[in-house]
């Protein structure tokens, strides 16, 4: 174990020996790299006086990953991805202040990523420069990040993939549970896949026809919802409650309040979406022929056919939980429930086979 010892002068002028572990030698085979690790241990035990030696991007990012990632396991993963992979073999050894712009503007357009990649990094380092000014690591007006251009990140490489209620029920007829039931909710609810496998039996009032979105699982790990405006009641259409009855009759039929919705049977934990889109939803797409589709496509149908039934932009945004169509439509303007379940009924009543419309 490494360990960094420093003293702390006393009120009464003594000096305290203090004590606290870096890390492993196994996570740090060096001394070097524990030394790269105990700096940002440095400037936080320092907190007013971090000048006195040159604060290292890698020293910030330790002290970010460990303090300020967000806590969200799905964003926190992929911060930490764009962050090791790029952001410390390029930037670690440099202190904070003498990262310029235009150099990282220039490793950026060096990078073999598509424009959307190199704005995320780029984005990320403006989220870092934030944190050092805020830390009093770099007295500065403004953050340098926000000079940095990346090229076309602005713009749309393709347009998200919709379906149509017709291809939605061929490609049905080539789904077998729980994968089908799963592709049902995802296009009748619109939710997002995080919000489908994290769906539980205990969450659906059956006798007012709702269900209560309350959590997310990722890359098996629950945690909340993607925003605080997600967690919402979403009306349930009784064709869709038909199906969801069926399905736990036939497969779970023991299931409790407080099992998963869809839980696979060997580990008792929700299925991985992952899986079942490439073992089960992408081969079935790719024999009915419309092409490669993802679990989001649902998402865009569902949002996509709500705009074709010429639905009020309130419900829309309602029943797809955004927070961010207009901040005066959040204020000032409510859902009339009652329109948002006969808007989603339209959209269930499209896709389920069997049902008019």
């Known amino acids: 174990m490494w360990v960094l010892r420093f003293r702390q002068i006393q009120s009464d002028g003594s000096k305290k020996l203090h004590s606290i572990n870096v890390g492993t030698s196994e996570k740090y085979t060096t001394e070097a790299e524990a030394w790269k690790a105990a700096e940002a241990l440095r400037f936080s035990i320092n907190p007013d006086n ?8 890698g020293a910030l990012l330790y002290r970010y990953i460990a303090e300020d990632l967000p806590e969200r396991h799905s ?48 984005s990320l380092m403006h989220i870092l420069f934030n944190c050092a000014m805020r830390w009093g690591l770099l007295e500065v007006q403004a953050n340098p990040m926000s000079l940095v251009r990346v090229k076309d990140c602005s713009k749309r490489r393709r347009e998200p993939r919709v379906l149509t209620a017709s291809e ?39 006798e007012r026809l709702q269900v209560t979105v309350q959590r997310s699982v990722v890359f098996g790990v629950v945690g909340e919802v993607k925003t605080p405006y997600s967690r919402k009641r979403m009306p349930l259409d009784p064709a869709l409650a038909e199906i969801l009855f069926r399905y736990r009759r ?36 790719a024999k009915i022929g419309i092409g490669r589709i993802g679990w989001h496509t649902f ?12 639905v009020d932009l309130k419900v829309q945004q309602e029943l797809l939980r955004h927070a961010d169509i207009r901040t005066t439509m959040n204020l000032y303007t409510q859902a009339i429930p009652d329109d948002m379940r006969d808007a989603n009924s339209k959209v269930a009543r499209m896709v389920l086979p069997g049902n008019p419309g």
């Not at 998402?299 to 010429?310: A, E, I, N, P, Q």
């Open 299 to 310: 998402r865009h149908s569902y949002s996509t056919m709500l705009r074709s039934l010429k």
């Open 50 to 57: 971090v000048h006195q030696y040159a604060v290292t991007i």
């Open 75 to 122: 964003t926190a993963r992929l911060y930490k991805a764009w962050l090791n992979r790029y952001v410390r073999p390029k930037w670690g050894d440099y202190a904070i202040a003498d990262v310029k712009p235009f150099a990282v503007e220039q490793w950026l357009k060096s990078l073999t990523l598509a424009p959307k990649s190199k704005a995320h990094i780029r």
């Open 168 to 206: 939605f029920q061929r490609l049905l007829q080539y789904l077998s549970d729980p994968c089908r039931t799963m592709a049902v909710v995802a296009m009748c609810l619109g939710l997002r896949i995080s919000e489908v496998v994290g769906l539980q039996w205990g969450d659906f009032d059956w």
């Open 250 to 285: 036939e497969n779970v039929p023991q299931a409790q309040a407080i099992n998963w919705l869809f839980q696979n049977p060997a580990t008792q934990q929700p299925w991985r979406p992952g899986w079942m889109l490439d073992q089960k939803l992408v081969p079935a797409a």
